[in-house]
């Protein structure tokens, strides 16, 4: 006979929108347990940019409805980072309060009537020279600078502290396949067999199981052999770049298409140098491209915007990523994020990591109306099972 474990929640997946559900349901004194099968923050959330989107993004690039949705985001997580909010992410650094956006010469003049016409829901504020960041102040540099007050997280820290209370209630296992997801005839989950690394099978029994394992949702709606839901990737293909001098920005070039021609943020690497993270239109385009024609695209693209600075002794590297998230009719990007409920199953995708709050949230308001109350659960099976070590940012 198999060991058993019974746990009110069955979290699978722990990205930001598993670890953020994980204290929520904690909070309510739920047993809750997170099974990851990789490291913490394993699938996009570690390859985020870390930018808590108010709305700007969404719409400059024309989605009002995303932009509603996520217009709340900011006063939530900034309560959360005063130590004040729902969860306690005092510990987690802001590395930008602010971004810039900026257009080069070739738009300046056109960009302010195109983001008057966009009715922003963020306040963006035109720059006086004088303001402009110091690396636009050179002669050389002829456009437009806005600044925008939407602030730039580590997400390595967060995913840290997302887990550091719950580290009794997360575990390593190998990956869950779908002859691991055990259904009675009317379909629901009866059992969940994982396989941990000691190495045991256990059988682990829930009130619900939640899904929030990114490109792994997919194991449960191929099981359920379900058309209510489907799942879409959109990839990527990032540039990181290491300079040689300390240069900081935050900051989305403009262009008159709808995606930003290039989003920088600024991270610190382990040895100290100074990262460029660019992602926006270079990163959406070059999905086909081979890492070194991905570089080439990036430097070409460095030294047109940025003509005074020498690039020529930084070191660059790429890493492609899908955006796993429910399948959309034209293939966009959703609006907002999306849990849907499958019997005594939830699949949950936050879309933005901006979003893992309101995940959350929508979570907690099905379980509160599927009167999910604490029960008697023995989760000791999982003692000797390890922690799942942090992910490491691609820089690393
Ligand atoms: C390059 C990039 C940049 C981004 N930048 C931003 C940004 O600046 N701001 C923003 O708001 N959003 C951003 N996003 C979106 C954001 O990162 C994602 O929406 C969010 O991280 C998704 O989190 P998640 O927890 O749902 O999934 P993931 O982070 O993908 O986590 C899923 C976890 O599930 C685990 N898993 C998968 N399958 C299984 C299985 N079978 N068994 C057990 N475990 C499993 C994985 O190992 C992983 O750890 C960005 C996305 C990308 C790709």
């Not at 870390?50 to 900011?74: E, R, Y």
Request: with cysteine; aromatic share 8%.
């Amino acid at each position: 006979m198999k060991r058993k474990v019974e746990a009110d929640i069955v979290i699978v997946g722990g990205g930001v929108a598993g670890l953020w559900l994980l204290n929520r349901l904690r909070q309510q004194k739920l047993s809750a347990i997170l099974l990851e099968a990789s490291v913490l923050g394993g699938g996009q959330t570690h390859k985020a940019q870390g930018i808590i989107h108010g709305g700007m993004k969404f719409a400059v690039t024309g989605f009002s409805k995303a932009a509603s949705a996520i217009a709340d985001m900011p006063a939530l997580w900034e309560s959360c980072l005063k130590g004040e909010g729902e969860i306690n992410l005092k510990a987690v650094p802001i590395l930008s309060s602010h971004q810039y956006l900026w257009s080069p010469q070739s738009l300046a003049g056109k960009v302010a009537g195109f983001l008057a016409s966009m009715a922003l829901r963020t306040k963006v504020d035109s720059l006086p020279r004088e303001q402009f960041p110091e690396i636009f102040r050179t002669a050389q540099f002829d456009g437009d600078v806005y600044s925008v007050p939407e602030m730039v997280l580590d997400v390595h820290a967060l995913i840290r502290e997302l887990a550091k209370p719950h580290q009794d209630a997360i575990f390593k296992i190998n990956p869950i396949h779908e002859k691991d997801l055990h259904l009675d005839e009317s379909g629901r989950m009866t059992a969940l067999a994982i396989h941990t690394p000691i190495p045991e099978t256990l059988e682990v029994h829930a009130q619900q199981f939640i899904f929030t394992a990114g490109a792994g949702n997919e194991v449960l709606f191929n099981k359920l052999q379900t058309k209510s839901v489907a799942a879409q990737r959109r990839p990527l293909h990032m540039v990181y770049v290491k300079l040689p001098q300390s240069y900081s920005l935050f900051a989305h070039c403009l262009s008159m298409s709808s995606t930003p021609r290039l989003t920088i943020t600024t991270h610190q690497a382990k040895d100290g140098s100074t990262v460029w993270y660019l992602g926006g239109n270079l990163a959406e385009v070059g999905v086909n491209r081979t890492a070194e024609e991905q570089i080439k695209a990036a430097k070409e693209e460095l030294n047109t915007l940025f003509p005074w600075l020498d690039f020529s002794n930084a070191q660059f590297g790429t890493c492609k990523i899908d955006r796993a998230e429910p399948l959309q009719a034209n293939g966009g990007r959703p609006d907002t994020c999306v849990v849907k409920a499958i019997k005594n199953m939830i699949v949950a995708w936050p879309t933005k990591l901006a979003l893992a709050p309101k995940l959350a949230h929508e979570i907690l308001n099905l379980l509160q109306s599927e009167k999910i109350q604490p029960r008697f659960c023995d989760t000791r099976e999982l003692r000797a099972c390890p922690m799942p070590p942090f992910a490491q940012p691609p820089w690393n």
